[in-house]
């Protein structure tokens, strides 16, 4: 028996590969932007890096968990290394706690506002793409610029989507899926 093999014209073969390989640009290029102008907040710029703390050496470990019992060459590193600022001779305990709850405050703070930041641009332009897309004639750069709009949307919102309530969830997949409906019938109904 004798199987029918599809042929796929090499101009459609083209424009599916120029479509794919615009859509991959397209969001690169608008991510790496805004990595760009507005790159992420690194923990380091707002708290203590964990590897700078000073380290006691694997043979003057700490016994029965207190610092008094280290070495006294090594008790204001013991200290250090359980959170606290430094030994005091006088009393044997380690005094001023370190307070990483600020700084990670801060930080958390700085990573949400470029995440609605990064949420906002990547929405916005992933829907000006789309929109471009619908409008343009030509099948190969249209679709690649609908694949890109959305893949862009679809990073934006991963990006904040935790952050995001259930109503806005809720709300995004409605008008999502909406704007699919609508451009399976406005550019496919031929």
Request: net charge positive.
């Amino acid at each position: 028996m004798k199987k029918n093999k599809i042929k796929i014209p090499p101009n459609k073969v083209k424009a599916i590969i120029l479509s794919i390989t615009i859509a991959i640009v397209l969001s690169s290029f608008v991510i790496y932007f805004i990595q760009t102008i507005h790159p992420s907040p690194k923990y380091e710029d707002y708290c203590e890096k964990e590897s700078s703390r000073i380290l006691i050496p694997e043979n003057k470990e700490i016994i029965g968990g207190t610092c008094a019992t280290v070495s006294p060459d090594y008790r204001n590193e013991c200290c250090i290394n359980k959170g606290y600022e430094s030994y005091n001779q006088e009393t044997g305990e380690c005094e001023g706690i370190v307070d990483y709850i600020e700084c990670q405050e801060k930080y958390e703070t700085a990573r949400d506002k470029y995440k609605l930041r990064v949420f906002i641009i990547a929405i916005i332009t992933g829907l000006l793409s789309i929109s471009v897309g619908i409008i343009l004639i030509l099948p190969s750069v249209s679709s690649g610029l609908m694949i890109g709009g959305t893949f862009l949307t679809f990073y934006g919102t991963a990006i904040y989507w935790s952050d995001l309530t259930n109503w806005l969830r809720t709300l995004i997949l409605g008008a999502v899926l909406g704007i699919l409906i609508w451009l399976g019938y406005k550019k496919l109904q031929n």
